[in-house]
């Protein structure tokens, strides 16, 4: 069973990566730009170099296009690609890092399991005793994009990168819209990864945060990976999921905008030069109001709306058009005609 | 008897396309709309205003009440230019009315017009009328509201959103001047005749009846 925590989860930061899009739904050949943000998910802090990407991939119309890396750009600490969408369908985009070595102090090391919700690292080295141990880190980065090109859906999005760590959707997300449930599977080393922490986000808690989240009287440690500068700054609010025995979290959409997962998994390293080896992963995608429009929205649907979302009872609009729990036009016209028709003799005898 | 039956079967002439093109706006579009780009937003806008019984018989009601073809550009203007700022405001912002009581407000601007132009007024409360023009604006944002609170009732994804939402605006502006044209011609026409004075009443009492009808059901709609 999937775990789902209630409270929030502020963090203080490492550097988490994302793909981003400026927009999730593109039009069919055209030109766009996707954004690779390294720090949080509303705010890159630097940039990556060329040489770090081992894999960028382009994933579309059933075949995988590797990217060349020439085509980066960066700007504002942001990294840039400058592509063009291929024909209509999901398409996926995914970037992996070659991996880092990082040298952390043991309460910056323990502060950043903690902010980072690397949770299961921390409570072990609370049970072995070694908090105090420092940290030599091997992390590398995997990061996945999905997007829509046009109106009609693909099985692209289901596509298996190969990442070390990866996010698999089991439902095309253009196929849902606030109501619906996503469930993700985690693969670590291509097996589902059990009983482990996702934090989920989307862009509305990341605007919202932005205004009204204060650090809490907690202290900003100042450890970054991929950054040669010191950082302090928080992910936003996200939410606490748990992997259930097949790896998977269930997540309820409930609202529109983009939506985005991170996860990290860390194990002890066998290697005497490191501590700890990571695997960071994260997955975006944006929710629209919807896109098929064959499935209803009835008494009978299994779901059930958030409060922030829109309803399907009595007061609210449902997707079955006004019109269809009527009688037809016609009957109203007909029905018109005879009154109207009717009333004119009415007057014209009087007159 | 005679002579009331040519107009009539003009006026039925005149309906019969209105009859056969008188499709439900239905799930269907939303298929449309899937599929079909901007221009599928063009067509389900001009399809909603031309089945769209209630906006055409305010209309119908606006339009018996003015003379002359500046007075018809200036009241149908003031009546687009209330409906586009509450459709293409308020699907912009998200805005959601239920659409049975948008509706049922809806009905009551016809009610409205047909008592208004059967001097209801001045025969019940002995008061002059409120200002026409500021009224049909006022029923005109009203009547975006119910067009905004239709569209937004597909699924329109987010690309395009602003220019989707123009789209149904604009094929919303084309159904109107197809409708428009018939309406005017018929009422312009029947003006010439010695029946019109009939015609004005009966269909003036039918505008009343129907707002009265429409509003009832759709409270029905609504508490059902």
Request: with cysteine; glycine share 8%; aromatic share 12%.
């Amino acid at each position: 069973m999937v775990l789902a925590a209630l409270l929030a989860f502020v963090v203080l930061c490492s550097h988490d990566m994302f793909l981003k899009l400026d927009a999730y739904h593109l039009q069919p050949n055209s030109k766009a730009v996707l954004q690779l943000f390294n720090g949080t998910f509303e705010k890159s802090d630097n940039v990556i170099d060329r040489n770090r990407m081992l894999d960028v991939s382009l994933v579309g119309n059933g075949k995988r296009t590797a990217v060349d890396s020439s085509n980066w750009f960066e700007k504002n600490d942001i990294t840039f690609l400058n592509f063009t969408t291929g024909n209509e369908g999901t398409w996926v985009a995914g970037l992996s890092t070659a991996s880092r070595d990082i040298v952390l102090k043991a309460d910056d090391f323990n502060a950043y399991l903690k902010s980072d919700g690397v949770l299961e690292v921390l409570e072990n080295r609370k049970k072995t005793n070694t908090l105090n141990d420092d940290a030599v880190e091997k992390y590398a980065k995997h990061v996945k994009t999905i997007f829509q090109v046009g109106d009609k859906l693909s099985n692209d999005w289901s596509v298996n990168l190969g990442y070390p760590l990866e996010f698999m959707p089991l439902q095309n997300p253009y196929d849902l819209h606030p109501g619906h449930n996503l469930e993700v599977r985690l693969l670590y080393n291509g097996e589902p990864l059990i009983n482990h922490f996702v934090y989920v986000g989307t862009d509305a808690t990341a605007k919202k945060e932005e205004t009204t989240h204060s650090h809490d009287g907690e202290a900003a440690h100042s450890h970054s990976h991929d950054n040669s500068e010191a950082s302090e700054h928080q992910h936003p609010s996200t939410k606490q999921f748990k992997t259930n025995k097949e790896g998977i979290v269930s997540i309820e959409i409930n609202t529109q905008g983009t939506w985005y997962l991170r996860t990290i998994k860390m194990i002890e390293s066998a290697d005497p030069k490191l501590t700890h080896e990571s695997d960071w992963a994260t997955l975006t995608f944006g929710i629209g109001a919807g896109h098929n429009a064959d499935h209803s929205h009835d008494e009978v649907q299994e779901h059930e709306h958030g409060a922030d979302t829109h309803t399907h009872d009595a007061s609210t609009h449902t997707h079955e058009a006004h019109t269809d729990d009527g009688f037809p036009t016609y009957i109203f016209w007909m029905a018109s005609i005879v009154v109207l028709g009717l009333l004119f003799f009415w007057f014209n005898r009087k007159t | 008897m005679k002579k009331p039956l040519k107009p009539l079967s003009f006026t039925c002439f005149i309906l019969l396309p209105s009859i056969l093109l008188a499709h439900d706006v239905s799930t269907g579009d939303q298929a449309i709309l899937d599929n079909g780009g901007l221009w599928s937003y063009i067509w389900v806008g001009a399809k909603h205003m031309l089945t769209g019984y209630d906006h055409l018989l305010f209309l119908a009601g606006v339009i018996f009440f003015i003379e002359g073809f500046k007075d018809i550009l200036k009241f149908i203007t003031v009546f687009t230019l209330g409906h586009s700022i509450t459709l293409i405001g308020g699907t912009y912002a998200g805005i959601n009315v239920n659409e049975y009581l948008i509706d049922a407000v809806i009905a009551l601007s016809v009610l409205y017009k047909g008592f208004e132009n059967l001097d209801g007024f001045q025969h019940l409360f002995k008061t002059k009328a409120p200002n026409l023009l500021v009224m049909v604006f006022g029923f005109g944002l009203i009547h975006g509201l119910g067009l905004s609170t239709r569209l937004q009732s597909f699924d329109m994804g987010q690309d395009q959103f602003l220019l989707k939402i123009i789209s149904f605006n604009v094929g919303v502006e084309l159904g109107q001047i197809a409708a428009l044209i018939p309406i005017i011609i018929i009422i312009s026409k029947w003006k010439e005749k010695p029946s019109y004075q009939a015609f004005y009443k009966a269909s003036n009492v039918y505008l009343i009846l129907a707002g009265m009808a429409l509003f009832c059901y759709q409270l029905y709609l609504y508490f059902k």
